[in-house]
């Protein structure tokens, strides 16, 4: 729209008509949502507009009384997802996405030739689901031994309604909006669950886990069985290797395998007698 339309539109708006407060209306992510006008008296056209936060206007579509409905759609980009009620009076938009959120205003010409202006402030929320949720853990260990959780919804900047449950006995404090942040002194802690519920005006939705499932990427820090699984490891390698040596020193060098180191040392004569690849040298005869 050039500058002087807006200009003209934002007279015609707001100065010469009725006007009445905005109503509010929750859509959700994907869906459809209808902006109802209140007049009933007969109307020659509605026309429709978005009013975005920098003040910008696009006229959505213009409605005249027919059968059916006779509805023009300036913007190509509302021409999918605009469409009107039998009644004319009503106006749809499907396919609800973030940047919908805006002001609507159906600036309605009654056959008296009289204006009025209804208004809709519009909020679209995603429908959550318990997969939208996750709860990411960081631990410090500092002198007190402390975690932080972060419950969030992925690809979803809104502000979100948080509220954490914690079994009694954990010391918890929540530090931001969806942060929780718990003390602990030791790692039974990480079996306990926590729940974090997320709430916005279409949805309603928690996911419980215990700590070590959310912390699992600090498994050091977590998990006592790891621990034990690494002494055993580490013994059990220490064990065979001295079962390895004794195994070295102990074997007769004649019934080992060819590639079996032999020591020298282990060789007596009457070994190496009844070794037939490698017998001893003959004893040296006396001179003469
Ligand atoms: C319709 O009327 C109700 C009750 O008088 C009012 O609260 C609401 O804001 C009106 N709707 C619009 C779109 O102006
Ligand atoms: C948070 O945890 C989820 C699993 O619950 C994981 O998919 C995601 O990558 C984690 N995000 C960050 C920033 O660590
Ligand atoms: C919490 O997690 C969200 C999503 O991964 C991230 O954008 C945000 O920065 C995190 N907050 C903190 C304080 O780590
Ligand atoms: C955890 O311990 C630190 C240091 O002692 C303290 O400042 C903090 O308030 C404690 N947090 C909670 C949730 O009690």
């Not at 030739?113 to 909020?123: G, M, Q, T």
């Not at 948080?162 to 929540?174: F, K, Y």
């Not at 926590?194 to 600090?218: D, G, I, Q, R, Y």
């Not at 065979?240 to 032999?262: E, K, Y």
């Amino acid at each position: 729209m050039q500058p002087q339309n807006v200009f003209w539109v934002t007279l015609l708006l707001f100065y010469f008509q009725a006007e009445t407060s905005p109503v509010q209306l929750n859509g959700v992510l994907g869906n459809s949502i209808t902006f109802q006008i209140n007049e009933s008296k007969p109307f020659a056209t509605i026309s429709w507009f978005r009013i975005e936060k920098n003040s910008k206007f696009s006229t959505l579509a213009l409605v005249a009384p027919k059968k059916p409905c006779k509805l023009l759609i300036p913007l190509q980009a509302f021409k999918e997802r605009v469409s009107s009620t039998k009644d004319c009076r009503n106006l749809h938009l499907s396919h609800l996405n973030q940047e919908d959120m805006n002001r609507y205003t159906a600036n309605i010409a009654l056959t008296t030739s009289e204006k009025i202006n209804e208004h809709f402030d519009l909020k679209v929320y995603k429908h959550l689901q318990s997969e939208d949720l996750s709860i990411n853990c960081t631990i410090n260990r500092g002198q007190t031994k402390s975690l932080q959780l972060n419950c969030s919804v992925e690809r979803w900047n809104d502000k979100l309604d948080v509220q954490w449950d914690v079994a009694e006995g954990i010391i918890s404090r929540v530090t931001h909006e969806n942060l929780l942040t718990i003390n602990y002194t030791s790692r039974q802690i990480f079996d306990q669950e926590v729940s974090c519920k997320v709430e916005n005006p279409v949805s309603k939705v928690s996911k419980t886990m215990t700590l070590k499932e959310a912390c699992s990427k600090h498994k050091r820090y977590v998990s006592k069985k790891t621990v034990v699984a690494r002494f055993i490891v580490a013994g059990l390698s220490m064990f065979s290797g001295i079962v390895v040596a004794f195994t070295v020193w102990l074997i007769p060098c004649h019934s080992r395998r060819p590639w079996f180191p032999c020591t020298t040392f282990a060789r007596t004569a009457e070994e190496a007698q009844m070794d037939p690849e490698n017998p001893l040298p003959p004893p040296p005869q006396p001179p003469g």
